[in-house]
């Protein structure tokens, strides 16, 4: 089936250090999105991507979709304390209103003060 | 700001007993999805729901599962008879014809 890969698994960094992590597939994805989830509560939409090559930032993140489809990063610059969570990536892989999102495992990030 | 409303938060349940998780989407969104994630693994779609009926279910979504919109405002996800392996987070999402969706804060269902 649809599969997200998503590397690496788990970060343990200094604040202030940049990240980057990333998702690829076999698929190729009309959409990708990134979500942030923190403990006790759902997923949060940080960035949608929906054409081959956009490089979108919101504040100290920056996510592209990559220009085979099959790929996306998402980067976090100078992070903080608060940045600690799950990221997960996520894509439809048809169009339309009503799709269904394929998530990746998910990079757990630890920030050391 | 809008958000996705999930009760409860924490449900307890014996094996074979039938539960209900609720939720009540966002006011004018039309899409509404359950997801399910079981501890340490991804999350996972088990179906989505437009204009009073199931779009698409997942395999996981079998017999034992249902949804319904029983009034306009809630939209809910029934297990008849739930096993050990349904121990999850259930989470609910909505969304509008525009944007991404909206998740709730999710219902941990521990089956014992």
């Known amino acids: 089936g649809q599969q997200l890969n998503q590397s690496p698994q788990s970060m343990f960094i200094q604040e202030g250090e940049d990240v980057s992590m990333n998702c690829t597939s076999s698929s190729i994805f009309n959409t990708w999105l990134w979500y942030k989830q923190e403990p006790g509560e759902g997923p949060v939409l940080l960035i949608a991507?929906?054409?081959a090559g956009e490089l979108t930032s919101n504040g100290r993140l920056t996510a592209q979709f990559g220009i085979t489809r099959k790929d996306s990063f998402l980067n976090i610059s100078a992070s903080i304390p608060s940045d600690v969570g799950i990221y997960f990536c996520a894509g439809h892989l048809g169009a339309g209103n009503n799709r269904k999102l394929i998530w990746g495992l998910g990079t757990s990030l630890a920030v050391n003060p | 700001e809008p958000e996705v409303t999930q009760t409860p938060s924490h449900q307890v349940t014996q094996m074979g007993q039938e539960v209900i998780l609720r939720c009540v989407p966002i006011s004018n969104h039309l899409y509404f999805y359950w997801y399910r994630q079981i501890l340490g693994q991804k999350v996972e779609f088990l179906v989505s729901f437009y204009n009073n009926e199931i779009s698409e279910k997942s395999e996981i979504f079998d017999d034992q599962f249902s949804v319904e919109r029983p009034d306009g405002s809630n939209f809910t996800l029934k297990i008849r008879s739930t096993k050990l392996e349904d121990s999850a987070m259930y989470f609910c999402a909505s969304k509008d014809r525009v944007y991404e969706a909206f998740f709730g804060q999710g219902t941990r269902l521990t089956v014992v």
């Open positions: 991507l929906y054409k």
